[in-house]
């Protein structure tokens, strides 16, 4: 299950240091992101349209709310797009048809 539109704060789009230095910023949660406790590289933080876009798929729900904690205390005050999914690692009820 994702979360289409997470929004924090101001667009970074207009005039002040957040607009300034947001490639800065999204470089440091990536490497925030790789070195914590999580080791999430398979989540991407990008720049769109004056927001950043967080996307990929984490392996539980509890990983998932620490990433957007992360997420959220490195951007802050950015306008933040979460869409996170939570892999299913539940076995399958039924076999496989071929």
Do not use: F, K, W
């Amino acid at each position: 299950m994702s979360d289409p539109v997470a929004h924090r704060g101001p667009a970074a789009g207009g005039p002040g240091p957040a607009a300034e230095n947001i490639e800065y910023r999204v470089a440091h949660l990536h490497d925030r992101l790789a070195a914590e406790e999580l080791g999430e590289l398979g989540v991407r933080a990008e720049i769109r349209a004056g927001a950043v876009a967080v996307t990929g798929t984490v392996p539980s729900a509890q990983c998932r709310e620490t990433l957007l904690r992360i997420v959220g205390e490195e951007l802050a005050g950015l306008t933040v797009h979460s869409d996170l999914v939570v892999a299913d690692t539940t076995r399958p009820d039924h076999a496989e048809e071929l």
